[in-house]
């Protein structure tokens, strides 16, 4: 047992005093055959969801491929969960993870299923990152332009539903999520509620180290895998409110970012160089 608990922490990027933890709440487990439940836990188990206000805007930051993308097909690309850098994306915290387990009734020795459980799920949860502000922000634009061009398209989230449209429509075949991105610590917290066995809520938590992200999700999950990604069709009339150039960027980068909206008969869309290039007053 203890090397399958191993296993199963080290797969998840837990430190040792978390393993001899789950350890011993396995032991536990053995003994009582029962569910390991928190205080507060709400069962039948229901994600927690912050989503923003209806005016609140949002950004999302990208190169100018994906921009002519996003015009061309009328749709936000969403790649699915395992296509992401950050090997915790779809984690447990360590508290959490033999409570999973606890309350789903498995045995100690296959907890290495939750690993595999969690990779399979990851390929059928398609997640799109925005940035949650009432301003620019130097940070997103130095992560995500491509040299000195990028582009920012801004909206809120009211606008944002809107142009998704047909929401219980796309609810009939998937779930469809709208939650704010939840930092916590990962070794000390849980998540709020204690509902870890909702596989949808570790997607909607990162660690405290993003917390500058102020990031903002669109996730779907389907019961079928679509390849690498899922392709969310929107109006691009109502969610484009303005469009904003990258720091640096030459004066002919915005006179082609113009060019390529009226060529999509978006001509309405403001472009706007960043604020960030102004010079001080004095």
């Keep these: 047992m203890a090397a399958v608990v191993e296993s199963f922490g080290s797969a998840i990027g837990w430190s040792e005093d978390s393993i001899v933890t789950l350890h011993l709440a396995g032991r536990n487990f053995m003994k009582t055959k029962r569910p390991l439940t928190g205080v507060g836990q709400i069962w039948p188990p229901s994600p927690i969801i912050y989503a923003p206000n209806a005016d609140e ?156 992200e102020k990031e903002f999700r669109i996730i779907i999950t389907s019961i079928k895998e679509h390849g690498s990604g899922f392709k969310l069709k929107v109006s691009l009339s109502t969610l484009l409110s303005k469009v904003y150039i990258s720091p640096n960027a030459p004066e002919w980068f915005k006179e082609l970012v113009i060019s390529v909206l009226q060529k999509y008969n978006l001509s309405s869309v403001p472009v706007h160089h960043t604020d960030l290039d102004k010079d001080p007053i004095y």
């Design 57 to 212: 805007k949002l950004w999302r930051y990208m190169d100018f491929t994906k921009f002519v993308s996003l015009l061309d097909q009328s749709a936000l690309y969403l790649p699915s969960a395992n296509m992401f850098n950050d090997n915790w994306e779809g984690s447990y915290p360590a508290r959490d993870s033999f409570a999973k387990a606890g309350r789903e009734r498995i045995a100690v020795d296959r907890l290495a299923k939750l690993v595999k459980d969690r990779e399979n799920f990851k390929n059928r949860c398609f997640i799109s990152c925005w940035h949650l502000s009432e301003y620019e922000s130097a940070a997103m634009w130095m992560l995500y332009k491509s040299g000195d061009v990028g582009v920012a398209v801004q909206t809120t989230y009211g606008l944002l539903r809107e142009a998704i449209g047909g929401i219980d429509a796309y609810r009939r075949s998937y779930q469809l999520w709208f939650p704010k991105v939840i930092y916590i610590d990962y070794e000390t917290e849980t998540f709020e509620g204690h509902v870890a066995e909702v596989d949808i809520t570790p997607f909607f938590h990162k660690r405290k180290s993003f917390e500058h």
